[in-house]
């Protein structure tokens, strides 16, 4: 009898990163006509989280979150101005967490580009439904949960 390998996990892309045209929204810009791209480079199977790389040359504009999102700035930088008026420059090794329904204005000088986590948030009653199963699965399992083992020994 014949035995099916299992399909491997990793998923693996060599060569170079090109990116598709993915231009902001017109009424969004502010000022100069910042050109931006991006690619994804991963996506759940429920849909609700994504990865990808997004680029944009000189501008300032308004970016409005539709869900969670954590960036990590690869290169260049931004000044990010939230809707209290709070402004912070982000550079290249820095990361930030924008919450679904943040508006934010970036204003980026000269080029930027990032890596970005984005996550669908689930409604309330999903995430209490859930909390609730985790509990119940603790109480029946007798309340044990299982220590995850240090990731390095010794030293």
């Known amino acids: 009898m014949l035995q099916k390998s299992p399909e491997s996990v990793i998923k693996l892309a060599v060569g170079s990163l090109n990116l598709n045209p993915c231009p902001i929204h017109p009424s969004w810009i502010l000022e100069g006509t910042p050109v931006a791209s991006n690619k994804v480079l991963s996506s759940s199977a429920d849909g609700t989280a994504s990865t990808l790389i997004w680029d944009c040359t000189a501008g300032r504009f308004n970016w409005f979150y539709e869900y969670d999102e954590t960036v990590l700035v690869l290169d260049g930088s931004v000044l990010l101005r939230d809707v209290a008026g709070t402004a912070r420059r982000v550079n290249a090794g820095d990361y930030v967490f924008f919450p679904a329904g943040a508006r934010v204005e970036w204003t980026v000088e000269s080029y930027i580009r990032k890596i970005a ?28 949960r299982a220590k995850a083992a240090p990731m390095f020994q010794g030293s």
Do not use: N
């Open 117 to 144: 986590f984005c996550r669908t948030p689930l409604p309330r009653p999903i995430v209490l439904a859930r909390r609730g199963l985790r509990l119940m699965k603790r109480v029946l399992g007798g309340g044990r």
